[in-house]
């Protein structure tokens, strides 16, 4: 390990405590019901009782967690979900990870670097499908300087095809320092997402080998930490579930929200919960996977746990789990997902897609439109909004949930009118048909007054007039 690079950092992952907080934790239902009373008023849980929450086994114990998380989704998000995709930059690596389809060793794996070109060629290819928010994600390189990726973002911006514009990047990319964190926050990116992985630190060195860059554990650790001190307070954390126990990872995740939200006043702005799937050259024996049955726990202890954090599942996992998921507190999932560098030109092409330069392989392979018809037909609203970042409602997390009726006014306003425009601009008929139909049961809910008015007013416009971007 670089101790230059850990001098000064803080390890808030007490890897004894947390070990016996789950070993020594038992099931007590008069606890049990108390935590989950105090969730339902929406407060964060502490560590101790998160792992309160994880020694639940008994059926009518697990039946409570999974109808609590379900009903504090309903209260905190209502009834919409984000829908963003993907778009791999660049599968340079200089790591290891034994997980990681791009690891370096690996020599089968074709490398690629997206030329602006060919990264404009993608923005438009997912912009015509319909997309308005992307990651964007990139191996760890000399080549990915921060300045390259503030060029990549920037171009991201700046490319529109028709109606189509992506109006938030997000990024996944190896931890930078506070200047390289500043450079690419001035580019306008929304999260900055980098997953610790696992929090346990014996598996963290077994799976990232000492010679290489993320062998360093603090580094990543304090990953956000620089962030926030590079001016970014949009922070994306996560896991790679089936490294380590599941439940030392849920407990690693709320110690890093909780000492986020002591250190800086705010807590992450998304938690990821990716489960380790096939990759390309990856022939891991994983002691730890996780079964879907503790998968689903984990995302209703996760959404108890963490009520003002959005939850992120992608296109890792199949459909059907995703269905049986969702309700349990997810409110962002990818769609249309390509992982092969220029794999969405390449689909628009009809070319066909190559597993060595995937990173893993998909497990939800559904269009962005079969998605969201999906997502219709379960009564779920698919949005695009981008509106409170880019009108300077800052701060937006904390107030789309601390200012009554604010979803109502913004949120669930704002999901509408994308998805008229996605259904005027994009749909097919089918899902354009569900669609409508969607958008009159939400206005039927609505009390008579000036905002319904206003919302039918804008939606008329979106049909009618070709207006678009026309947001509250
Ligand atoms: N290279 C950067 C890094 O490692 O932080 C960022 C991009 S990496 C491509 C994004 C994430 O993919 C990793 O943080 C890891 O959690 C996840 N990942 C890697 N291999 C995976 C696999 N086989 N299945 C599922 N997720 C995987
Ligand atoms: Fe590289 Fe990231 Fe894959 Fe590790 S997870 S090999 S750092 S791309």
């Not at 080998?209 to 062998?215: A, I, L, Y």
């Not at 909780?258 to 998304?270: A, D, M, N, R, W």
């Not at 005027?424 to 969607?438: A, C, F, P, Q, R």
């Amino acid at each position: 390990m670089n101790t230059e690079l850990t001098k000064g950092f803080v390890d808030f992952i007490d890897d004894n405590r947390l070990q016996s907080l789950i070993h020594d934790t038992k099931e007590d239902p008069a606890v049990y019901r108390e935590i989950l009373k105090k969730s339902l008023s929406k407060q964060p849980l502490t560590v101790e009782e998160t792992a309160a929450l994880l020694a639940v086994e008994s059926p009518e114990g697990l039946n409570e967690i999974f109808e609590t998380a379900r009903e504090l989704k309903r209260s905190v998000y209502g009834n919409r979900i984000v829908l963003f995709a993907p778009l791999y930059i660049g599968n340079y690596c200089t790591n290891d990870c034994q997980y990681c389809g791009f690891r370096r060793s690996l020599r089968t794996t074709v490398r690629h670097t997206l030329s602006d070109e060919e990264l404009v060629k993608e923005v438009k290819s997912l912009e015509d499908e319909g997309h308005k928010r992307l990651i964007l994600v990139y191996g760890e390189h000399a080549k990915y300087t921060p300045e390259f990726i503030a060029h990549t973002v920037k171009l991201t911006y700046g490319t529109k095809s028709g109606n189509g514009e992506i109006r938030r990047v997000n990024i996944n990319a190896a931890p930078l320092d506070i200047e390289g964190y500043k450079t690419v926050k001035a580019a306008g990116i929304g999260t900055f997402q980098v997953f610790q992985e696992t929090y346990h630190k014996e598996t963290y060195a077994k799976y990232h080998p000492h010679n290489t860059q993320k062998s360093n554990y603090l580094w990543r650790l304090n990953a956000m930490d620089r962030a926030f001190e590079g001016g970014i307070d949009d922070m994306g954390i996560g896991a790679l579930f089936g490294l380590y126990d599941w439940r030392f990872e849920v407990l690693g995740l709320v110690s890093h929200a909780i000492h986020l939200q002591k250190t800086y006043g705010v807590g992450p702005h998304t938690i990821s919960f990716p489960r380790i799937q096939p990759a390309n050259g990856l022939d891991l024996n994983l002691p730890y996977a996780v079964s879907d049955k503790d998968f689903k726990k984990l995302v209703a202890i996760l959404r108890l746990a963490v009520p003002y954090t959005g939850l992120i599942m992608t296109a890792r996992e199949s459909k059907a789990i995703r269905d049986e998921v969702m309700e349990f507190g997810v409110s962002q999932i990818d769609a249309g997902t390509k992982l092969e560098i220029g794999g969405y030109n390449k689909e628009r092409e009809g070319v066909e897609q190559s597993i060595e330069e995937e990173q893993f392989q998909v497990g939800d392979t559904r269009s962005l439109d079969e998605v969201i018809r999906w997502l219709l037909t379960r009564d779920y609203i698919p949005s695009f909004c981008t509106a409170c970042y880019r009108v300077g409602r800052t701060g937006e997390h904390f107030m789309e949930f601390a200012i009554p009726g604010f979803i109502k006014r913004f949120c669930t306003r704002n999901a509408l009118l994308t998805l008229a425009e996605y259904l005027e601009d994009y749909s097919s008929d089918l899902t354009k048909e569900e669609g409508y139909k969607l958008i009159d049961r939400e206005l039927a809910k609505m009390p008579e007054g000036d905002e319904k008015k206003s919302l039918m007013e804008r939606l008329g416009k979106i049909r009618n007039d070709g207006t678009r971007d026309i947001l509250y």
